[in-house]
């Protein structure tokens, strides 16, 4: 009986994957993973490192990989490249994702993790198996990436290859890319406690911080951080928001209405109803069908402010004035809701003047960048490191 036990531990998905993540975490301390990487075939290696260079933009790409190795290892006869139970002898990788292997990233390698599967994207979910020849259908953005992880599969179940090992080194990698941005996280400069900072080089920090050209997407999360930073100073320092509570920062990718919210910003009375929301719109002026979308997911609520602000300049689309204000009585009179339209920029400059310290925003905005950047993949190393040059610039 003991034995059997033993086995059943051994061949555990969850204790599989733990053990081979703390092997990587003692490879790196041992000598940077260097001894481990070198025994590794080379050509396996370097593809390995393709997906992980890429894991933030290939999140469903990487959960599929950890999620096929993970299970070979429980499994070994099971040709992992099957991964729908439709397929002839295949299994799961849906389920065993869902039940093993997200729930994992989530705690450990958190902005890398799939909400729910890796599965529940097109790229992955097709019901074709992950061969090479035919050759899987499903339209991976990144040849490159759906090359290496198609080949790697392949010398899983062809070449027979060691699945333990390669699922170390895409560890080893990945914590790699992890640790990069650890290191800018550790090297943001502190705001000077002796100097007050003026309310206009902050509009203009912030300016070149929400509008320089980004290579990759996030940066429409940028404003977001920005008032919310400051909705954790005013619902501290206003009387309007005694007893009220600030809704955590949900992610800015996902549906609002699937994550039960109303806006990117909620605050929140005694009652546990929403009192005040707000969203946040990217370069795109504010017209009457935005506010009308609005108002259909608050008609329900007793939400007594709702904000549709935008970095678009100016920020109501041309010829839209007075139809806006039209729709914004009607809605007040039917609902009793008070909408309100604006730019994000002069919203930010009229709530740092009810703040009691603009530079305590400089910090609190600064924490929420790093606190956004380490949980999730929105926010990019480059935003952080553009937001780091600007301080030292600046501040």
Same mark, same amino acid.
């Given at each position: ?6 086995l059943?531990?051994?061949?555990d998905? =969850? ?15 041992? *000598? ?13 290696k ?20 950890? @999620?096929?190795?993970?299970? #070979? ?5 099971? *040709? ?10 295949? !299994?799961?990788?849906?389920? %065993? ?8 990233? #989530? ?12 599965w529940? @994207?097109?790229?992955?979910?097709q ?26 599969? *392949? *010398? ?15 560890f ?35 300016? $070149?911080? %929400? &509008? /320089?050209? !980004? ?16 909705y954790q ?26 994550a039960?919210?109303i ?13 005040e ?17 609005? !108002? ?13 602000? =935008? ?23 039917e ?25 305590? &925003?400089? $910090?609190?905005? /600064? ?8 949980? @999730?993949?929105?926010?990019?190393? $480059? ?13």
């Amino acid at each position: 009986m003991k034995t059997l036990n033993r086995l059943r531990q051994e061949v555990d998905p =969850t204790k599989i994957i733990q053990d081979a993540y703390n092997k990587a975490v003692k490879e790196i301390v041992k *000598d940077k993973g260097k001894t481990f990487l070198a025994s590794v075939d080379a050509k396996a290696k370097e593809r390995i490192e393709i997906i992980a260079k890429n894991s933030e933009k290939q999140k469903a790409v990487v959960t599929a990989l950890i @999620t096929s190795l993970t299970k #070979k290892i429980e499994t070994p006869a099971q *040709d992992i490249r099957y991964h729908k139970v439709e397929l002839q002898g295949g !299994y799961s990788g849906r389920t %065993f994702d869902t039940r093993y292997i997200t729930p994992f990233l #989530k705690e450990r390698i958190p902005r890398i993790a799939m909400k729910e599967s890796g599965w529940l @994207t097109r790229s992955i979910e097709q019901a074709h198996p992950f061969t090479l020849k035919p050759l899987f259908p499903g339209k991976i953005s990144n040849e490159l990436v759906k090359t290496s992880f198609l080949q790697l599969l *392949d *010398d899983i179940e062809v070449s027979k290859a060691n699945p333990r090992q390669y699922l170390i080194a895409l560890f080893i990698f990945l914590i790699y890319e992890r640790s990069r941005i650890q290191t800018v996280i550790s090297s943001m400069p502190s705001v000077p406690t002796e100097k007050e900072i003026q309310i206009d080089l902050i509009i203009n920090c912030l300016k $070149e911080h %929400f &509008f /320089t050209g !980004y290579r990759s997407y996030g940066a429409s999360k940028l404003p977001v951080i920005a008032i919310y930073s400051l909705y954790q100073i005013m619902t501290k320092e206003l009387s309007r928001y005694k007893n009220k509570k600030l809704e955590p920062l949900m992610s800015h990718i996902s549906p609002d209405m699937r994550a039960g919210r109303i806006g990117d910003i909620e605050v929140k009375d005694a009652h546990e109803e929403c009192f005040e929301a707000m969203e946040i719109k990217h370069g795109i002026p504010i017209d009457p069908v935005m506010v009308r979308d609005a !108002y259909k997911k608050f008609k329900t609520t007793h939400v007594r402010r709702y904000y549709l602000l =935008t970095t678009a300049e100016p920020y109501i689309r041309e010829g839209e004035e007075r139809n806006l204000e039209n729709l914004k009585r009607q809605i007040r009179k039917e609902h009793g809701c008070e909408v309100i339209v604006n730019g994000v920029m002069q919203s930010i400059k009229y709530y740092l003047r009810l703040i009691s310290s603009p530079k305590e &925003f400089i $910090e609190t905005y /600064t924490n929420a960048l790093k606190l956004e950047i380490s949980r @999730t993949s929105e926010i990019k190393e $480059e935003h952080l490191r553009k937001w780091s040059e600007i301080l030292k610039r600046f501040i």
